[in-house]
C-alpha cells in the first residue's frame, strides 16, 4: 500500500531527517515506526500524506507517486490522527469528526449520519457528539480524533504519537480499541511512537529508526525481539526483550490439568466453577481469600507468568469464555513453554 523508495528529507538549515529510505508498509497491517527524539519517524510519517516533501526519491500510496498528486485532495484521501487529538475548539464532536467527508461535498446530513455512526464504532455514547471537546476527557477526545480520521472511510491511517498524552490506563484502553477496530476496518495503518511496549503490542512489523534518519531494522515484532539486528536495536529494545516476546505468545498451546486436592493451597470455586480466590488449608477457616486473576487461553504468556510468580500455589486458575473453571497450568510449563516460543521465535527470525 505504501512503498518508499530510496526517499531523502533534508531541511533548508541543512539537518537531514531521513537518510535514503526504501521501505514497504503492507496493505491491511499497522507499521509502527520507533526511535529516539530526531530520528526521523515522524518526517517519515508526515511525507506520506505531504505535510513534508521529499527532498528526493519516491513515495507511492496505493501505487501512485504522491508528488503526482494535489497535497491537498491527497490529505483528504487519509486518515490523520496526532496527540492530543487536534480538534476544533469551537465545533461539537459531531462536526469535529464531519470535517473530511463536509470537505469532500458529502452534505451536511449525510456528513453528520456517518459521524454518528462513528462515535458508537470508538466506543462513545450519542449524546457525546453534542459536547465540545473541552467537555470530554483526554481519552475520548482521542477516540474522536481516531472517528475524525476514519470519517470519509480512508485505506490509510497515519497516527501521530496519538496515545502520549494520557495516562498508562487509559491508553492500555485505546490501544485495545484500536486493536478491534482494525480486526473490525483492516486499514494500512502508519503508528509513529517512542514506547517501545507499544509498538510490540500494536505492530504487524516495528521499522527502528537511528538519529539521521537511518532505517536500522524492520521486522515482525517476535522477530525484532528475538534477533535484533545490532546493538543499537538490542539497546533500545531492553534488558527485559525476552519477557516481552512472551507478550506475543498466548497459553492456548499451554497445557492444563486438574486443580490438584490435599494440597496445602485450595482454589475456592462457586457454584458455577467460577474461581474465586486460594484458601490457605493451613489457615483458620475463615480466614480470608488469597487473590485470584482467572486467565483465558488468549491471554499471553506474559501475563501468566506473572500470574503463576503472584499465586500461592504457584498455578495459573484457566477458564473459558463464561469464566468457569477448565484447569490449571503450572509455573514450570509456563517456563517449558516459553523457552520454545523463544527457540522458535530466534529459528523464524
Known sequence: MIQFDAVHKR??????????????????????????SGCG??????????????????????????LQQDAAE?????????QQAG??????????????PLLLGWGHR??????????????LPAEAGKRYPHQLSGGQ???VGVARALAADPPVLLMDEPFGAVDPVVRTQLQDELLRLQKELSKTIVFVTHDIDEAVRLGDRIAVFRTGGHLVQCASPAELLARPADDFVADFLGAERGLKLLSLTTLADV???PAPEGARWELVL??????????????PKDAPLTPVRPLRDTDALLSALNEAVASPAGLVARVDADGALTGVTSRDDIHIHAGRAHAEASVAA
Do not use: C
Open 41 to 66: 519517524k515522524t518526517t517519515t510519517l508526515r511525507m506520506i500524506n505531504r505535510m513534508v516533501d521529499p527532498t528526493s526519491g519516491t513515495i507511492r500510496v496505493g501505487g501512485r507517486d504522491v
Open 110 to 123: 449525510k456528513a453528520r449520519t456517518r459521524a454518528a455512526e462513528l462515535l458508537e464504532t470508538v466506543g
Open 255 to 257: 497445557p492444563q490439568g
Open 141 to 143: 477526545q482521542q477516540r
Open 11 to 36: 531541511f533548508p538549515n541543512g539537518t537531514t531527517a531521513v537518510h535514503d529510505l526504501s521501505l514497504d508498509m503492507p496493505e491491511g497491517g499497522i507499521t509502527v515506526l520507533v526511535g529516539s
Open 74 to 82: 491527497l490529505r483528504r484521501s487519509i486518515g490523520y490522527v496526532i
Open 87 to 100: 480538534l476544533f475548539p469551537h465545533r461539537t464532536v459531531l462536526d469535529n469528526i464531519a470535517t473530511v
Open 270 to 283: 462457586d457454584s458455577a466453577r467460577t474461581p474465586l480466590g486460594w484458601r490457605d488449608t493451613d489457615a
